[in-house]
């Protein structure tokens, strides 16, 4: 298995610009973390799925963020608009044992 | 709120040295307690991880224990080594399995 499976790697945008960070979860993990790392904040939950479905948002900072599970094999987390306090590595997470992707980082100038 | 808490920030040592990181957390009623690790620019690697009924687990020259009662768990390192240097996380999950919680992390260097 490859792993968790995370894109883009890197995002540069613009202030007031849209983000779009995209998960591929490992097969067969019914639960799947999205976090943002900042050397202020540390390590955050975001949100959590549990078989496709958000189980607790009250991480996710603002109306901004959002994000979705499709299928079992795909989330996104999208920013819209993006303001420079967003620029964090982001990380997706899946199973009980939290197996972390490679994680995205996203500056917004 | 759970609050997580990693004791020393960051820590120097020689090669060979056995050391100890240590991590607090307010609330007892806890899932599970999880050790990571994080190398500069890379995810997270989970190390051990610890049920709430657990009082330790061990792998290779980790050892991780979990007192609950009074909210502390430790990770030992034993023989430290140059490859052991990055910054190790501790994180516990809440008793519904949902909520994570992480500490800021203990940065461990390991000279040679």
């Known amino acids: 298995d490859a792993g968790v499976i995370q894109s883009p790697r890197h995002e540069v945008t613009e202030m007031g610009q849209e983000v779009t960070l995209r998960c591929k979860p490992i097969?067969?993990?019914?639960?799947l973390f999205w976090y943002r790392q900042t050397m202020m904040r540390g390590l955050e939950l975001l949100i959590y799925f549990n078989n496709n479905v958000p189980i607790d948002d009250s991480g996710m900072p603002e109306d901004r963020f959002s994000a979705k599970m499709p299928n079992a094999s795909f989330s996104t987390l999208k920013i819209q608009p993006s303001e420079p306090r967003d620029s964090a590595v982001y990380f997706c997470?899946?199973?009980?044992?939290?197996?972390f992707g490679p994680g995205t980082r996203l500056t917004v100038l | 709120k759970q609050e997580v808490t990693q004791i020393p920030a960051a820590l120097s040592v020689p090669e060979g040295e056995n050391l100890v990181l240590n991590c607090s957390f307010t609330?007892?009623?806890?899932?599970?307690l999880q050790w990571f690790r994080q190398d500069h620019g890379k995810g997270l690697t989970s190390l051990l991880l610890?049920?709430?009924?657990?009082r330790e687990q061990t792998s290779g020259r980790l050892n991780a224990s979990l007192d609950k009662s009074s909210g502390r768990s430790t990770l030992y390192i034993a023989a430290s080594q140059p490859g052991d240097s990055a910054t190790y996380l501790c994180a516990v999950k809440g008793p519904d399995n949902n909520d994570m919680r992480f500490g800021a992390g203990t940065r461990l260097t390991v000279k040679p």
């Open positions: 610890i049920q709430s009924s657990q």
């Open positions: 097969s067969g993990h019914n639960s």
């Open positions: 997470a899946s199973g009980q044992g939290q197996f």
């Open positions: 609330d007892s009623a806890i899932y599970n």
